[in-house]
């Protein structure tokens, strides 16, 4: 059995999962838009692994005997007025979501939850590599995207961007 405040977190963090999805969809209807389909893509994709994520939760939940709940999943409130901004939305949201990743670890190393910090571990990992990419994209875009050439070569980087399923089996 899990902790009950381990098991609630984990239950928030399929919902935030699935916002995490939604506002990278966000992301990829602006650039859809703006008819940069490269970093439309791109968004679908992190889209779909944030997809993967909630499921990963979900099975680790069901693995353990907890009830997943689902809530409201909340709308988008973001203003995309240029084609920077959505990065630095994205890079703000994996900082965010790396806190909520510790909050969760903390609780289950204060009870002594060992499965739930080694089903994390992953998640951790994970982060990490969620704030490079999006940093790098970031600095990307202020380095080469104010140059039309820039912006398309760029584009063309991350329409080459292919889905892969997460490495972490349950
Ligand atoms: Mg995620």
Redesign the pocket.
């Known amino acids: 059995m899990l902790n009950e405040k381990v098991a609630n977190l984990l239950n928030l963090q399929v919902n935030r999962?699935f916002y995490?999805a939604y506002l990278y969809l966000e992301l990829a209807n602006h650039y859809a838009e703006e008819g940069l389909n490269g970093f439309s893509n791109w968004y679908k994709i992190q889209a779909q692994?944030?997809r993967d994520?909630a499921m990963l939760f979900i099975q680790f939940m069901q693995n353990n005997d907890a009830k997943v709940v689902f809530e409201t999943i909340e709308k988008p409130e973001v203003e995309l007025n240029d084609n920077l901004t959505p990065l630095k939305v994205g890079l703000n949201h994996e900082v965010y979501?790396t806190n909520l990743i510790n909050n969760i670890y903390d609780a289950a190393h204060e009870t002594k939850d060992f499965r739930t910090m080694q089903f994390l571990d992953w998640?951790i990992k994970?982060q990490g590599e969620?704030e490079t990419n999006a940093s790098d994209l970031v600095k990307k875009m202020e380095l080469f995207g104010s140059d039309p050439k820039g912006l398309y070569l760029l584009d063309q980087e991350l329409g080459a961007r292919v889905y892969t399923a997460p490495s972490l089996v349950l």
């Open positions: 999962e995490s692994e944030e994520h979501v998640f994970e969620e």
